[in-house]
């Protein structure tokens, strides 16, 4: 397989013909967001027969690790034409634009995922579960009057951006830095629109929410995004909502981290079974739809502060990219033999010492287990993970972390 970075001039409409094929961009549609979407950071493309037919979008970001900011390459894009499918170029492209984020400095890489299983032959492994809340504003238990605020439209993208920059943020939460990644969600929808307020110290856009009506007059409306910093906002952009509640019937939302939106909702359970199987059925899903992987193990352990006791062991990492990334690829995978410290001050130095326990594991199982999406034992169950059974109780004490949640889709 050859490739080569994206040319928006020579390749811009064989990548809308892509979209067009598989459904990412309307018959009419005149792929305005997608242009964006793609100019985000780097993107790849493979040629068959001197046309561009599978891309691969990525943009540079940051994911949290409990205080610390790592860098983070976001595989936003894998798109493969209907002449190319079957030919294993969506794999051996994701590799390869994986490997040069790596050579740039990224350190962890994260996806969105169409489904489970494609992605682990990359090493990437699923995410904790997000849950989607679809509720009638009218029943929010918010019991305070909002300010009126600011209209939010593509002219105050910059604003927006700079706002979930800046949002509260907890562990897991990913940033993708790129102003055109929001403005790329914007432009694409016309009945769109955005609420918030400028609060800051130099007026800056402290809080606010951008939603995507799927029926204008009466739902269900789609929050896309919220951003705020206090509870305090978060509750203001609620009361918001709640106002909507005389014409709109139902909102989706993603619950924020560290919030359990059902303690803001009147009687839930009575609400849930009256609507039931309805077009405005109420309700929490929950579902793992994104994926990571470590892409450098000492870079990722030295920003690791974990405030329990320190456990060291061997780690005998396989990882199952190497098998899908060119000869010349400037990184090959993260598999090999680590003596791994986790605690207040965590390291990862290449080797083996005899004196301590090993844990055996793919890299899609050891970021699960860095990141805190289930526990050691846990993953011993159902994941490519091995140890003593006394490693695996020191590893579950060890990491005793809040639930991973990106808050950015991607």
Known sequence: ?????????????????????????SPTGNGEGQDLF????????????????????TGPGHVRHLQDDIPFCCVHGVTTSRVARQQGLASRLTAAAIAANVADGSQVAGLGIFDQGFYNRLGFGSGAYD???????????????????????????EAMHASRLARRRGHGSCNITAPSFTRSEVVERDSAFGLGYFD???GELTHHLWCNPKVVDGGPYEVVWMAFQTGDQFLELMALLKGLG????????GEPP??????????????????????LATGIDAYAWWQMRICDVPGCMAC???????VRFNLRLSDPIERYLPEDAPWRGVGGEY???????????????????????????????????????????????????????????????PPPKPDWQF
């Open 258 to 279: 560290g919030i359990q939106m059902q303690d803001l909702v009147d009687r839930p359970f009575r609400e849930y079974q009256a609507r039931e199987g309805g077009k």
């Open 200 to 202: 800051g110290p130099n």
């Open 38 to 57: 793609v100019s985000i950071g780097r993107a790849f493309v493979t040629e068959l027969d001197g046309e561009a037919e599978c891309l691969v979008a």
């Open 1 to 25: 397989m050859t490739y080569r970075d994206y040319n928006p001039g020579r390749d811009r409409d064989a990548i809308r013909r892509i979209w067009r094929e598989t459904g990412w961009l």
């Open 246 to 253: 005389d014409q709109v019937k139902l909102i989706h939302i």
């Open 339 to 401: 003596v791994i410290t986790l605690g207040p001050e965590s390291a990862a130095i290449s080797g083996h010492d005899p004196a301590l326990p090993t844990l055996a594991a793919s890299v899609n199982a050891f970021t699960r287990l860095w990141l805190g999406v289930r526990p050691a034992t846990g993953l011993s169950i159902t994941d490519d993970f091995a140890a003593p059974p006394e490693l695996l109780t020191s590893l579950d004490e060890a990491l005793q972390l």
């Open 131 to 157: 849950h989607r809340v679809s509720f009638d504003p009218a029943r929010l238990l918010v019991d305070r009057r909002p300010r009126v605020p600011r209209r939010l439209t593509a002219d105050d993208l």
């Open 304 to 310: 690791t502060h974990l405030p329990g006791r320190t």
